[in-house]
C-alpha cells in the first residue's frame, strides 16, 4: 500500500483523489480516553447503523496515550480523532504543531470523577483532605513532612471505617488521573507538603494502598464486586451504567449526581473533549459526518442518546458555540 504524507489540508484533498489514496484507509480511526470511549463509541455506532459511513473503529489508549499516538504526525497510519478527559497539555500541543497536525478542539460535555464501591460495602461521606491524606505519598504529621503511615481509613479520620485503604485506579497515562490530582490531591494539599515537595501534591502512594487499574474501567468495576472493601476511582458515566453493583460516596457532602455535577455544585468534575486531525478532514472518508452527528441535539444535547450514557450536557449557549466551531473546523492556534 502506497504511504502519503500530508502537508497541508489542500495537498491532503490532492492525494485524496489519486489511485494512490483510494486504495488507502476507508475507516475513521479513534484513539484516547476510557472516559470519553462509550460516548464515542456510541456515536460511532450510530453512523455505522445509519450507513452514513463505515463503522469507526475506537480504542481505548488513555488520554496521554492518545494524544500520543494523535499528534505524531499526519497520514493513513495515525489516528484522525483522539478523546480526552482533559484539555490538551501545552506541551502536546507544541507536539502536534512540531509534526504538523492541527487539532480542532470540540468540548463534548461533563463528568464527575467518583469515589465508589459495591453495594455490599460501606457507605462514606469523605472529603477532599480525607482522600489526600489516605492517598498522598507524602502527608504532613505533628508538622512534619513523612511517608503516608496510615494503613486504615479509621487511621485518617476515627469517624472512618477500620478497614484498609484499598484505592483502585487510574494510571499516570489517564486524563481521569490528571483530573482526579488536580481537583482532589491539589486542592486539599497541607500545606508543608506543598512546601516540601518538589514535584508538587500530586504525587500518589506506591505502597499497595493505591492501585493503578489500567485503562479498563470495567475491570475496576469487577475487582469492587470482588472485595466490598476496595473503593474505585473512575468516571460518573461508569457509576451510572453500574447503578445496580456500585455506589458512589459524598464529597465534601455533595452526592456525585447527574444533576449535581450538571450545576457544578459537585466538586470533582472536568470537562470532556475530542479532538479532531483538520488535515485528515475530506481525506480521510466520514469525519465531518462524524463531528456532525457528535454535535448534534440528538447525539449530545439533554435529551439526547449520550445523556443516557451518563454524560452531562453544556449549556445551550455553550454547545450552540462548540458546534459553530467544530463545523468550521476551527483549528487551535489558526
Same mark, same amino acid.
Given at each position: ?177 490528571? @483530573? /482526579? &490530582? +488536580? ?12 512546601? $516540601? #515537595?518538589?514535584?508538587?501534591? *500530586? ?5 499497595? @494502598? /493505591? &492501585? +493503578? ?12 464486586? $470482588? #472485595?466490598?472493601?476496595?473503593? *474505585? ?102
Amino acid at each position: 500500500m502506497k504511504k502519503f504524507l500530508l502537508t497541508a489540508s489542500a495537498a491532503a484533498l490532492a492525494l485524496a483523489a489519486s489511485a494512490g489514496y483510494a486504495a488507502a484507509r476507508d475507516q475513521i480511526q479513534i484513539v484516547g480516553s476510557s472516559t470519553v470511549f462509550p460516548f464515542t463509541t456510541a456515536v460511532a455506532e450510530k453512523l455505522g447503523q445509519s450507513g452514513q459511513i463505515k463503522t469507526p473503529v475506537v480504542e481505548s489508549t488513555g488520554t496521554g496515550g492518545g494524544m500520543k499516538l494523535f499528534c505524531q504526525g499526519v497520514g493513513e497510519n495515525t489516528a484522525d480523532f483522539t478523546n480526552a478527559s482533559r484539555a490538551i497539555k501545552d506541551s502536546e500541543l507544541k507536539t502536534c504543531k512540531a509534526n504538523g497536525v492541527t487539532p480542532v478542539e470540540i468540548k463534548v460535555g461533563f463528568d464527575g470523577i467518583v469515589l465508589a464501591n459495591s453495594k455490599a460495602g460501606t457507605v462514606v461521606d469523605l472529603t477532599k483532605e480525607q482522600v489526600f491524606k489516605a492517598l498522598a505519598k507524602n502527608v504532613a504529621v505533628d508538622g512534619k513532612v513523612v511517608p503516608n503511615p496510615y494503613k486504615n481509613w479509621s487511621d485518617v479520620d476515627a469517624s472512618l471505617p477500620a478497614t484498609k485503604i484499598e484505592v483502585l485506579g487510574p494510571p499516570p497515562t489517564s486524563g481521569t488521573r490528571d @483530573a /482526579f &490530582v +488536580e481537583l482532589v490531591m491539589d486542592a486539599a494539599c497541607q500545606e508543608e507538603v506543598k512546601a $516540601a #515537595n518538589e514535584k508538587g501534591c *500530586g504525587e500518589i502512594r506506591e505502597d499497595g @494502598a /493505591f &492501585v +493503578e487499574a489500567g485503562e479498563n474501567d470495567n475491570l475496576i468495576v469487577q475487582k469492587l464486586e $470482588a #472485595n466490598p472493601n476496595a473503593f *474505585g476511582i473512575f468516571g460518573f458515566s461508569f457509576l451510572d451504567q453500574n447503578a445496580d453493583k456500585l455506589q458512589g460516596h459524598k464529597v465534601d457532602g455533595v452526592e456525585p449526581t447527574f444533576e449535581n455535577i450538571a450545576s457544578g455544585k459537585y466538586g470533582v468534575s472536568r470537562s470532556l473533549y475530542i479532538y479532531a486531525k483538520k488535515e485528515h478532514v475530506g481525506v480521510i472518508p466520514g469525519m465531518q459526518e462524524f463531528i456532525a452527528e457528535y454535535t448534534s441535539e440528538g447525539a449530545w444535547g439533554p435529551e439526547g442518546y449520550l445523556a443516557d450514557k451518563g454524560l452531562i450536557p453544556l449549556p445551550d449557549a455553550e454547545r450552540a458555540t462548540w458546534a459553530e466551531n467544530a463545523k468550521a473546523l476551527k483549528g487551535m492556534g489558526s
